[in-house]
């Protein structure tokens, strides 16, 4: 493992997104392709599965995803509970994906708002969870920060687009 498995400065895409949020406020409507928050998902994947697993992440997508499954079947893989955790929420993450991003879902934007309030967050604070249990003090007080900024955030989004209606 390196002496970085994951870099600190990939929470710059979530301060990007609550940039944004606060700007614009889009809690309700699909993500681009190259989001802040999906390209903070995909960097954190790509770091953890080649630093931590010593796997190469192509993208969120199927093949990683069964690569993921792969992982927490090994019977050789001695995963923490954190990094079990984490692979187990790419999983989820992949099949997210291509509904936050409009492709398949034709509903209202129930799914984008569980994504923003619910899935983020939670993958921010596993996150810090696993960079405790790692060792990695500082990418565990990066993640904190990051997730009661994001949170904060996408409630204030969430208010005023409920006020809008």
Known sequence: MNSKPIAPEIFNFIDEAVEALAKEGQVDEPLNFGSP???????????????????????????????????????????????????????????????????????????????????????IEEIEAWAKSAGEETLAERAKGSAGAYAEAVGKAIEAADADD
């Open 37 to 123: 928050v999906r390209e903070f998902c995909r960097t954190f994947y790509e770091q953890f599965f080649a630093n931590v697993a010593n796997k190469r992440l192509r993208d969120i997508s199927a093949e990683s995803a069964l690569e993921a499954t792969l992982l927490l079947r090994d019977p050789k893989g001695s995963w923490s509970q954190e990094t079990r955790t984490l692979l187990g929420t790419f999983q989820h993450l992949y099949k997210m994906d291509a509904d936050v991003r409009g492709q398949n879902y034709g509903g209202d934007g129930d799914i984008y708002r569980e994504f923003h309030e619910v899935f983020v967050v939670e993958l």
